[in-house]
């Protein structure tokens, strides 16, 4: 039984899949908008949710931390510091957008694209 047990798998590992939401991540945060399946859209949400919120604090930790959830790759995490994260200095939550744009055409899955507001 799966009680309690709410990480979608993606058919990987559990390397593979944080490889995957870095990738995801790092991609959402240079583009600001990206295409993937809507179980990854889903899964990406509360991660990059929770890495603006942290980077709303502004204290030199939560910098410090978020620097350490994108590996240590300080351009992406200056970027979502300094100029993603200010326009939401006064939302409480709710900073990306989830859009469902239908099936994929090779193996149908089904598409979404998710975006910063």
Do not use: C, W
Not at 30 to 46: D, W, Y
Not at 98 to 114: E, H, P, W
């Amino acid at each position: 039984m799966r009680h309690g047990n709410n990480v979608r798998k993606f058919g990987r590992n559990k390397n593979q899949r944080h490889a995957l939401m870095k990738g995801l991540m790092l991609s959402l945060i240079a583009r600001e908008k990206i295409e993937t399946s809507e179980a990854k859209a889903k899964e990406l949400r509360p991660a990059i949710e929770k890495l603006i919120t942290k980077a709303n604090v502004g204290t030199l930790a939560s910098r410090r931390l978020v620097i350490s959830r994108l590996y240590n790759l300080t351009a992406e995490a200056n970027k979502l510091i300094d100029t993603i994260a200010p326009k939401y200095k006064d939302r409480t939550g709710g900073y990306t957008r989830i859009t469902k744009i239908g099936r994929r055409l090779g193996d149908a899955s089904k598409m979404a694209i998710i975006e910063f507001i």
